[in-house]
């Protein structure tokens, strides 16, 4: 049910390298966390964004940590990552 | 997914490259309860309350920061005006030593500011809101993150002159008893000033409100400068709806921190403020936002009309957006805070009588500007004067964040650092109005005021 998850979004912005989705999702597999739809594109700035959509109900770390290892391991990518719980999303741009 | 990535990618790009931020939240405590007739006493109970406050306003707010993924950038603490906690302890030593208690408390929990150190004397003042003003250029001078704020009109009251009337004299000896007169810059005077205001230096927790209350201020010039960039032919109302559904974008932020925040710590959750507020972070300008419509440099003619239409523009979109918008929500245009205010000030751009002008249909009013050290008190009472006219007689707050630099003079650039930025030192009417400040008294209520 959707209502049981935690889903939470974690956005990788840079310019596109190898590596980029292995490095995320092994960091999730280590910490239980279930990747639920991957979505990447280059923008029409030029940027390579990818996003995850993950869900983090059993994960075995706290999201304030996640957050920090995740932008660690984007800075030794040399990308910008972002993790925002999906309630920002829905408050953001749905009505 | 549930969302395009249009939308993820959107929502990033203004947190990472336009600023946006979730500018303050601000804890509002009342401490009316604290009163006790052992001063001593009375002190450690107000200590013991913020301290405990700000432990988890601190704490809660790292935790949502790292959830969303969006800087809260300033958690601070707003107090009931503290003349009206001292009326039975009114003596000068102890407001300092009040002023000390409020300054310690903020330090050891690691809030850069606390307002509310301040009074409401639209009317008329007691004894201890006099003696509050008489302090307060020891008080400014001798705290670090003491702010404090004068309520000095209404347009239900009138305007209270002869507060008016004692600022400025009091603003110069502020200044010159602090560095470069910064003194002066946590001191904010106004007329309807909202009781509910997450923001600093003016912030204070009024009387009409519970024992604590959560206030979020959110700001982004960064992102609405991105937008109107972005669309660079549309008409004004085109203009104007693309820069409400920004708003409401960015709103929905601040409210969903504020709401999850408020229930973490168990506080009622107070307003939304949406406030487009600059910071000195490139290409976070209110005056870039101006410049971004199409006009040379914030000042030239034609910039009235474009602050009038942002700050509607802002005022809709924030209002869809939140169930309790509140405190100033509109745009602040302070001078040292913002690097195109300081560049069209020390183009030639803008002078003192236009942004009076602008103060007219902005949010707030002359906000954190310089003038020079040697300006006759009376003069900076006219000024502070006019622009708490314009409020009073427009039915809206109003408010006046001066500072006389001592030995500066017009032209010269004062850097303040930090928060403060950098003002250029303004060009000041030589004439005066002192013969009718003279007069004194109080101005009576306008005729719009009696709506009953």
């Avoid at chain 2, 006493?41 to 704490?59: E, I, N, P, T």
């Avoid at chain 2, 942002?310 to 979109?317: E, I, N, P, R, Y």
Wanted: glycine share 10%.
């Amino acid at each position: 049910m959707q209502t049981e998850k935690e889903l939470v979004f974690i956005t990788v912005i840079g310019k596109d390298r190898k590596g980029v989705v292995a490095s995320i999702a092994t960091y999730l597999y280590q910490n239980n966390v279930n990747i639920v739809d991957i979505n990447q594109r280059i923008m029409t700035d030029g940027y390579f964004v990818m996003s995850m959509m993950v869900d983090a109900k059993e994960a075995s770390a706290p999201m304030e940590q996640m957050s920090r290892d995740l932008e660690v391991i984007g800075r030794d990518l040399a990308m910008r990552v972002q993790v925002q719980h999906e309630n920002l999303f829905k408050m953001m741009h749905r009505i | 997914m549930a969302f395009d990535l249009e939308e993820i990618y959107e929502t990033a790009s203004m947190i990472l490259s336009q600023n946006l931020d979730i500018r303050t939240t601000t804890l509002g405590v009342n401490l009316k309860d604290c009163i006790d007739s052992d001063f001593i006493a009375f002190r450690q109970k107000v200590y013991d309350r913020l301290c405990g406050h700000a432990a988890s306003l601190v704490a809660e707010s790292d935790k949502l920061e790292r959830k969303y993924g969006i800087p809260i950038v300033n958690k601070r603490l707003a107090v009931t005006p503290v003349s009206l906690i001292m009326e039975t302890h009114c003596h000068p030593e102890r407001f300092l030593q009040m002023a000390g208690t409020l300054d310690a408390a903020a330090r050891d929990s690691g809030i850069d500011f606390i307002g509310g150190f301040g009074a409401q004397v639209q009317k008329g003042f007691t004894r201890a809101d006099r003696m509050l003003i008489d302090t307060l250029p020891e008080v400014l001078s001798r705290t670090e993150r003491v702010c404090a704020f004068l309520n000095v009109g209404a347009t239900v009251a009138g305007l209270n002159l002869d507060a008016v009337n004692l600022i400025g004299g009091m603003l110069k000896e502020t200044a010159s008893r602090s560095e470069k007169g910064v003194g002066c810059a946590k001191l904010v005077v106004f007329v309807n000033a909202p009781e509910d205001n997450p923001f600093m230096a003016g912030a204070f927790h009024g009387t009409g409100e519970a024992d604590a209350a959560l206030n979020i201020g959110i700001s982004g010039p960064g992102v609405v400068k991105r937008v109107v960039e972005k669309n660079r032919d549309g008409d004004l109302t085109q203009l104007s709806e693309i820069i409400k559904r920004t708003v409401f974008k960015i709103t929905r932020a601040g409210e969903l921190i504020g709401r999850e925040l408020s229930a973490a710590l168990d506080i009622p959750f107070g307003i939304v403020d949406i406030s487009l507020a600059s910071t000195t972070a490139r290409g976070d300008s209110v005056a870039g936002v101006i410049e971004a419509f199409g006009i040379e440099k914030i000042g030239a003619h034609g910039s009235t009309l474009a602050v009038a239409l942002l700050m509607d523009a802002v005022k809709k979109g924030g209002a869809m957006a939140s169930g309790n918008v509140g405190g100033l929500s509109g745009t602040f245009i302070p001078i040292s805070e913002d690097a195109g205010m300081i560049d069209a000030v020390c183009k030639g751009a803008l002078g003192l009588d236009k942004l009076e002008a602008l103060t007219a249909v902005c949010s707030v009013g002359l906000d954190m500007f310089a003038v020079p050290g040697q300006t006759p008190a009376e003069i900076i009472n006219g000024i502070i004067a006019d622009e708490l006219a314009i409020g009073i007689f427009n039915n809206k707050t109003t408010g006046v964040r001066l500072i006389p630099v001592p030995g500066k003079k017009a032209g010269d650039l004062v850097e303040f650092g930090g928060l403060l930025g950098t003002a250029p030192v303004m060009q000041v009417n030589p004439f005066s109005a002192g013969d009718f400040l003279k007069r004194g008294g109080r101005l009576p209520a306008p005729v719009t005021s009696m709506r009953n």
